[in-house]
């Protein structure tokens, strides 16, 4: 009988999609490990779906809805200080199906790809079966989790396509400063590389920092990638919009592939998306100022609890420490958290092995609920 193909057999062993079972089935666990806003998308947008709804029972053009890709324009000219054209943008079902058919678009299977571990989950996988190779570059906690640019350096060789970067960042909250950003640009215009920059937390920032958009800097234009999403800043995730903005040469191409992943993004989804561009901030401020109250209030418990955590400067992650506490693996004190403490929270090593130490808490979860978490966690540590 036939098996399943060398690809997938390839693949690291996954523990979210049983958590999040687990979860689905329980009253108990308060779940700390939800990768999406607990909040639902702003009034508007639902009652402007329902009213649409019955005018997108078909397909959306593969590329995206033109006065969706005319908003985004505008919008990633004022917010991201990003010049680009409709014909650059393409429309994808989340920013999911952007990072996989950028990555099969430009990828060939003798090429590397830089990927940061520990990071977002999806990349290994997308590099992989994508025909590719992944090459991890470690982002370490005494360097803030940010990239050592000799590293990447040293790691770009003649067959990398490219390297993927991810600010603000899942699972460390940290942010890339701009002076980063332009040393990872420099890498990537002197070997010729692209750059596939994940920009999905771009709006949930913290203090006084500043989201940058690598494909701003100067000359960048022809080796990024950008990948953007609806589902973070607009809390989204179920209408499953996201937009990849890419160089003249790979929009058709990357156009092609999209067509044959999903033939278009969801209609409903785009329509939504482009009133969601037309809505004042105070929609997102809102949500952003309810997660930054609960940021300051976890990691300064946490930190108490000495599960280190460095402040998280973006996005709703904070990335921890359990070498201070305990000796046991990322996976075992996470089982213990979920059957002792009754919290679940994200093994470190589901972000590749140097999250190994590591376990990642989501605040995209209600502040009572937080603090409760908290409670049960210290309780079960004495
Ligand atoms: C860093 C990052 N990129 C991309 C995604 C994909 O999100 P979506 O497909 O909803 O845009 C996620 C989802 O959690 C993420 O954390």
Redesign the pocket.
């Known amino acids: 009988m036939r098996g399943v193909s060398e690809r997938e057999k390839h693949l690291p062993n996954y523990t979210l999609p049983e958590l999040l079972r687990i979860l689905h089935e329980s009253r108990t666990i308060i779940s700390m490990g939800a ?2 806003p607990d909040f639902s998308a702003p009034s508007p947008l639902l009652r402007y779906a329902s009213s649409i709804v019955h005018k997108t029972s078909h397909y959306a053009p593969t590329q995206g809805l033109k006065e969706l890709r005319e908003a985004i324009c505008k919008k990633l000219k004022k917010e991201n200080k990003i010049s680009t054209n409709t014909e650059n943008i393409i429309v994808t ?7 996989f058919a950028s990555l099969i678009t430009t990828t060939d299977p003798a090429d590397n790809v830089l990927i940061p571990n520990p990071g ?1 989950l ?1 990349y290994y996988p997308a590099v992989e079966l994508g025909g590719a190779k992944p090459v991890s570059y470690f982002l370490k906690e005494k360097d803030h989790f940010q990239p050592d640019p000799d590293e990447i350096k040293k790691l770009a060789n003649k067959k990398t396509a490219g390297i993927i970067i ?1 600010s603000p ?2 699972p460390t909250g940290q942010v890339y400063s701009k002076k980063l950003l332009e040393e990872i640009a420099d890498i990537a215009r002197n070997k010729n590389i692209y750059i596939y920059s ?1 920009e ?2 771009e709006r949930l920032i913290y203090d006084d920092e500043k989201h940058i958009s690598i494909a701003s800097l100067n000359g960048m234009k022809d080796y990024v990638i950008s ?1 953007f ?4 800043s607009y809390a989204m ?1 179920g209408f ?1 919009i ?1 937009y990849a903005v890419v160089p003249k040469k790979v929009s058709d191409p990357l156009m092609e592939s999209s067509h044959f992943l999903t033939i278009s993004a969801p209609h409903l989804g785009q329509l939504v998306a482009v009133k969601a561009l037309s809505l004042p901030n105070r929609h997102i401020d809102r949500m952003v100022r309810a997660y930054d109250r609960r940021r300051k209030y976890l990691v300064k418990r946490l930190n108490k609890t000495g599960l280190i955590t460095k402040m998280p400067k973006g ?1 709703f992650y904070a990335f921890s420490n359990i070498r201070h506490i305990t000796k046991k693996n990322s996976y075992d004190f996470s089982q213990d958290l979920l059957k002792k403490a009754k919290v679940a929270v994200v093994p470190g090593t589901e972000f590749g092995n140097h999250g190994e130490g590591f376990i990642r808490f989501s605040y995209a979860t209600k502040l009572f609920l937080i603090k409760k978490a908290l409670d049960r966690i210290e309780k079960y540590l004495k």
């Open positions: 990768g999406e079902t989340g920013s999911q199906e952007a990072i977002y999806a991810n960042s899942n994940d999905a937390y990948l999403t609806f589902s973070k995730c499953r996201g996005a």
